[in-house]
């Protein structure tokens, strides 16, 4: 069975740093492109960040570019984001998900990062 | 960045009654290898989202079959042929042909 689990999430102070990993199971994990999505509760999907399968190539949403990072370890079947300088509107659920023919077929059931002084 | 428009916003539907919701893209969705990049989801209160269509018109893996999906280029609609209670939520059009991958603002499928 397909899983994603992501960890991490908390409160943090604006300016702050965290990591958000995303643990997989049940697939190839290397085989796969790699995503990380926010909704702000109540709101709407917000793309953040893609890796590729091998971690060769990122691309970031302009919100956060030059701020979060990331990346990944396919010995250990984990997906990470970290996030520097922290802003207020960082402030989300955010989600990993798995890539197939280009749409996610699989999403964890996401973490949730408050930033606040 | 690729601007996906949801209609409508709101869905109120009598159970076993149909229902439509609309998709349109700022720029063709259509690929020069024949597809179109526009992906269906829904995400019911409190879950995350789950995939229901892919590439315009392919049901994902467990989804009923009352679930379709059609449209090409920018216009693409999801159809429900016979809603069910299971079906309320968040309906969502995303486009993955270009980076940044956008959504649609969403459709609240709510039951009358």
């Known amino acids: 069975e397909v899983q994603l689990v992501e960890s991490g999430g908390g409160l943090f102070q604006p300016g702050g740093s965290l990591r958000l990993s995303c643990a997989a199971s049940?697939?190839?994990?290397?085989?796969?492109?790699m995503h990380w999505v926010r909704q702000v509760p109540g709101k709407g999907l917000v793309w953040v960040s893609r890796?590729?399968?091998?971690?060769?190539?990122?691309n970031y949403a302009d919100s956060v570019k030059g701020r979060f990072t990331i990346s990944r370890d396919n010995a250990k079947s984990t997906l990470y984001l970290q996030m520097d300088s922290l802003r207020a509107e960082d402030t989300a659920v955010y989600h990993c998900?798995?890539?197939?023919?280009?749409?996610?077929?699989?999403w964890g059931q996401g973490t949730l990062v408050t930033v606040s002084s | 960045d690729i601007v996906m428009t949801q209609s409508p916003l709101s869905l109120p539907v009598t159970p076993g009654e149909p229902a439509s919701i609309s998709c349109r893209s700022g720029?063709?969705?259509?690929?020069?290898?024949?597809?179109?990049?526009l992906h269906w989801y829904l995400q019911r209160p409190g879950q995350s989202p789950q995939l229901l269509i892919y590439?315009?018109?392919n049901r994902a893996s467990g989804v009923p079959d009352r679930f379709s999906g059609s449209g090409s280029g920018t216009d693409f609609t999801l159809i429900i042929s016979r809603v069910e209670a299971e079906d309320v939520g968040d309906y969502y059009c995303?486009?993955?042909?270009?980076?940044?991958?956008?959504f649609g603002q969403g459709t609240k499928l709510e039951i009358k």
């Open positions: 998900a798995r890539v197939y023919n280009s749409a996610y077929d699989y």
């Open positions: 049940g697939f190839t994990f290397s085989g796969y492109w």
């Open positions: 890796i590729k399968s091998d971690g060769s190539s990122t």
């Open positions: 720029q063709s969705l259509l690929h020069s290898n024949g597809n179109n990049y």
């Open positions: 590439l315009s018109s």
């Open positions: 995303m486009q993955a042909l270009q980076t940044p991958i956008t």
